[in-house]
């Protein structure tokens, strides 16, 4: 198992588990106590753990994976969703994405779509994720529009007042959501309310709103709300979704795509 693989594990294992002890990481990853003892001190010394006597603890009380060592979570869904998400949008149109792991496997989805391959422009593009620009803008046939704002480590993501200046000035026929949470009481919602402001003009943006979510997001509440379910169009989600979840969506006027 590689370094980065390793550091992936850890961190997920310590989100799920809230803290970790040496040996029985070390059981879980069939690896040497002595290394998980190096990886700890090298994660710690990134601010990305805390450092206990024989072990180690989630980073701060609201603690979030930063998106590169999210990548492998619920992988073969996000790659299902972005598919279904990628077949909405037609030849054309502008779409908005926000940051994420499976609105990155959409843009990821859109570059490859024969019938978008040629056009002046095939499609334009608006994100506030650094790292979704990065992958299109070698896409010559597509127009690239990144927002202003401070980059926010953890998503990549672009955030802050100076994005406001160029989202006031355009249309969008669609906006795609990556969300933390997602339920027909509490809306779409993110961890970082400066994220979700940003993701809430996106969708005041666009014609049609689309949330882009495998099922684990699904009847989960988080910290900032970036819109009411109501004024989501389409929620796009794996077949793992329970059909009681689905069934509230789909009564609170929600087109639900299940893949």
Not at 23 to 52: G, N
Request: glycine share 8%; charged share 25%.
């Amino acid at each position: 198992m590689s370094r980065d693989a390793r550091w992936k594990s850890l961190l997920e294992l310590l989100v799920e588990r809230g803290r970790l002890d040496v040996e029985e990481a070390a059981a879980e990853l069939a690896v040497s106590a002595a290394t998980i003892r190096r990886d700890f001190d090298q994660l710690a010394e990134q601010q990305m753990l805390v450092r206990t006597r024989g072990g180690a603890v989630v980073h701060g009380v609201s603690y979030e994976l930063p998106l590169r060592y999210k990548t492998a979570r619920h992988a073969s869904e996000k790659e299902r969703i972005a598919k279904a998400v990628a077949a909405l949008v037609a030849p054309g149109e502008a779409v908005g994405l926000t940051g994420g792991t499976t609105t990155t496997e959409v843009a990821r989805a859109l570059a490859v779509r024969g019938d978008l391959a040629t056009g002046s422009p095939a499609l334009t593009v608006v994100t506030n994720a650094l790292n979704i620009a990065n992958e299109l803008a070698v896409r010559p046939q597509f127009k690239i529009v990144v927002t202003g704002g401070v980059a926010r480590p953890q998503s990549y993501e672009l955030i802050g007042p100076l994005a406001d200046g160029v989202l006031g000035q355009i249309t969008l026929d669609m906006a795609v959501l990556g969300v933390v949470a997602f339920d027909v009481a509490h809306g779409a919602a993110a961890n970082d309310e400066a994220e979700a402001a940003i993701n809430r003009l996106l969708c005041e943006r666009a014609g049609r709103v689309v949330v882009a979510a495998d099922s684990s997001k699904l009847g989960r509440r988080a910290f900032a709300r970036i819109c009411a379910a109501d004024a989501v169009d389409t929620l796009v989600t794996d077949t793992a979704a329970g059909a009681d979840t689905v069934r509230r969506f789909t009564e609170a006027g929600i087109e639900v795509v299940t893949v």
